[in-house]
């Protein structure tokens, strides 16, 4: 009996003593919490996991793509900025791996982020014709303009915006105006969303500019359709993306590369922290519906983040082992 409880102290002793050393491996970690929502709450669900999990102490640390990047690659903090739109930073990201001090892990969006113009999917599924942004020009009358009924609409992207020249660009190089479109000005990204929730609540078409992973696309079933043609990127930079281009040409909107990108101090002290942040993404199916979740719940990134773990179990759980995943659950 005796040598039965010395060995269970034993195990338990050493199961304690290991948990502690993987602990002090992590250390101490800093996640930038960017300042948009898919962001935060993805920051938050690392947060949740590198702690309770694997035993880390995290501090989430305000950030933006620009100084954020600027700041890992120059000083190598925070350790990790879990979604980076890595498109705005490609050159010298590349080169700060090439060089050895920031390491790409997972790609955060498993899809991408993606832009495009879409369509009620209650108006897909009635019109199995309309594939295509060109076939959707071919009816004017299932997308009634404001303003002006008898015109059709193509809502463009918020006052301020780049996604809003490569939307005027775009009109223009289809010649939607000839096909009897006007281009709708949505003055703001609640105007926006208000128009696409107000053609549900009246279950009319709409058509127009958006993008994922939003709660928008959470909350309301939408189709992206297709231009036709690949994205031409010398295109692109040379029209498509500029202020009055005078001859555009048919073009599609380019998918965004979204990583987790973390120090290389962070890679060499993480231990197996590390085998998480390289295989941990999500789809922007599953974002939008948190994201509604969190819209509608009037949540915070927290509490979406703890939402995501205590109901999406079958996705992250595929991310960490058994024993890291008890652990997890254990703590929610």
């Known amino acids: 009996m005796k040598k039965l409880l010395a060995s269970t102290f034993l195990a338990v002793g050493l199961y304690a003593v290991a948990g502690s050393a993987q602990a002090a491996e992590c250390g101490e970690v800093s996640i930038a ?9 993805a920051a938050h669900v690392d947060k949740f996991i590198l702690e309770n999990g694997y035993g880390c102490t995290v501090e989430l640390v305000t950030g933006d793509t620009m ?3 600027a700041s890992m690659n120059e000083k190598a903090q925070p350790d990790m900025a879990p979604e980076l739109w890595v498109n705005a930073v490609r050159t010298p990201l590349d080169a700060a791996i ?21 369509i009620p999917k209650f108006l897909a599924d009635a019109h199995p014709d309309i594939k295509t942004v060109q076939d959707a020009l071919k009816h004017p009358d299932l997308f009634p303009a404001p303003e ?25 190089a289809l010649e939607a105006e000839k096909a009897g479109f006007e281009l709708v000005d949505t003055g703001s990204a ?22 994922a992973p939003t709660a928008i696309l959470g909350k309301y079933e939408m189709t992206r359709l297709s231009f036709g043609v690949d994205h031409d990127k010398k295109e692109w930079d040379a029209c498509s993306a500029v202020p009055d281009c005078p001859n555009p040409k048919v073009n599609s909107y380019p998918v965004s ?12 002290k993480a231990g197996v922290a590390m085998d998480y942040v390289k295989v941990r993404k999500w789809d922007n199916g599953t974002v939008n519906k948190v994201l509604a979740w969190m819209d509608q ?12 773990l205590e109901n999406y179990q079958d996705m992250w759980t595929q991310w960490v082992s058994p024993e890291v995943a008890e652990k997890v659950k254990a703590a929610l």
């Open 33 to 41: 919490e960017m300042n948009w929502a898919s962001a935060g709450v």
């Open 67 to 69: 100084p954020t990047f």
């Open 98 to 118: 090439k060089e050895g001090r920031l390491i790409q892990a997972a790609p955060l969006l498993s899809e991408g982020g993606v832009e495009g113009w879409w």
């Open 148 to 172: 002006d009924p008898s015109k059709g609409a193509i809502h463009n992207c918020p006052s301020g915006w780049n996604c809003q020249v490569s939307t005027a660009n775009l009109f223009n």
């Open 190 to 211: 609640a105007g926006l969303d208000g128009s696409i929730a107000n053609a549900f609540e009246k279950k009319t078409g709409w058509l127009g500019y958006y993008w």
């Open 257 to 268: 590369d979204v990583f987790t990108v973390v120090t290389k101090s962070f890679a060499d």
């Open 297 to 308: 719940n009037q949540g915070t990134n927290e509490d979406a983040a703890k939402h995501f």
